[in-house]
Nanobody, 115 residues
Framework: QVQLVESGGGLVQPGGSLRLSCAAS????????MRWFRQAPGKHRVLVAA???????FAAESVKGRFTVSRDNAEKTVYLQMNNLKPEDTAVYYC?????????WGQGTQVTVSS
C-alpha cells in the first residue's frame, strides 16, 4: 500500500520560509517522478515543482527563484523549500508520486502566508 505523508505546513508572515516534506512508503522511490502541487481556495490544483529520477528539477514560473525541490532517495522523501513567501502562495500543498502509469497523492498540508 503506497502512502505519502506530508508535513511542514503552517502560518508564516510574508517574506518568511517553510520547508515541506513528503515521505513515501510502500513503493519504489528511486525511479519515481515526485511533484508538488497546490490548490488555493476556489482554484484548480496546479503544478508547483517536480523532481525527476535523473536529478533534473522543475519549478513553475510563479515560484522560480523562491522555491526549491529536492529529494533524498535513501529516506524516500521529497522536500519543497519555500523562501520569500507571498500571500498568493497560500494554498493546500499536495505531494504526488508517479511511477509507471500509477499516481498517488498525499493528504495535503496547509500553507498560509499572512501578516
Amino acid at each position: 500500500q503506497v502512502q505519502l505523508v506530508e508535513s511542514g505546513g503552517g502560518l508564516v508572515q510574508p517574506g518568511g520560509s517553510l520547508r515541506l516534506s513528503c515521505a513515501a512508503s510502500g513503493t519504489i522511490f528511486t525511479t519515481a517522478l515526485m511533484r508538488w502541487f497546490r490548490q488555493a481556495p476556489g482554484k484548480h490544483r496546479v503544478l508547483v515543482a517536480a523532481s525527476f529520477s535523473d536529478g533534473r528539477t522543475f519549478a513553475a514560473e510563479s515560484v522560480k527563484g523562491r522555491f526549491t525541490v529536492s529529494r533524498d532517495n535513501a529516506e524516500k522523501t521529497v522536500y519543497l523549500q519555500m523562501n520569500n513567501l507571498k500571500p498568493e502562495d497560500t494554498a493546500v500543498y499536495y505531494c504526488n508520486l508517479r511511477i509507471d502509469t500509477n499516481e498517488y497523492w498525499g493528504q495535503g498540508t496547509q500553507v498560509t502566508v499572512s501578516s
